[in-house]
Nanobody
Framework: QVQFVESGGGLVQPGGSLRLSCATS????????MSWYRQAPGKERETVAA?????????NYVDSVKGRFTISRDNAKNTLYLQMNNLKPEDTAVYFC??????????WGQGTQVTVST
């Protein structure tokens, strides 16, 4: 079955950095465009970044993270990454990975908590 295991979150001060990882299994990872999502308390889940399938030559970001976050993938390891720099308190959320619509899988991982605070 499809599985996502997100990791790498934590507590960091404003301006700090984190690198998130998402280990996947149960599908042909290299064939899918993949996305990072986040959900803050009381808010809807939003797409943070997306990367094209195979070579990952195309990446897109929500405006609020452009220039600070970088999405990447390692198809040999079936793993998705999100490098987050210059973190801000408004980046605080639980971060998830999955394929974007219309190929989003029904199962989701547990997510990884990112907290940006002094």
């Amino acid at each position: 079955q499809v599985q996502f295991v997100e990791s790498g979150g934590g507590l960091v001060q404003p301006g700090g950095s984190l690198r998130l990882s998402c280990a996947t299994s149960g599908f042909i990872f290299s064939s899918y465009t993949m996305s990072w999502y986040r959900q803050a308390p009381g808010k809807e889940r939003e797409t943070v970044a997306a990367i094209s399938s195979a070579g990952g030559s195309t990446a897109n970001y929500v405006d609020s993270v452009k220039g600070r976050f970088t999405i990447s993938r390692d198809n040999a390891k079936n793993t998705l990454y999100l490098q987050m720099n210059n973190l801000k308190p408004e980046d605080t959320a639980v971060y998830f990975c999955n394929a974007p619509r219309p190929r989003t899988f029904a199962s989701w991982g547990q997510g990884t908590q990112v907290t940006v605070s002094t």
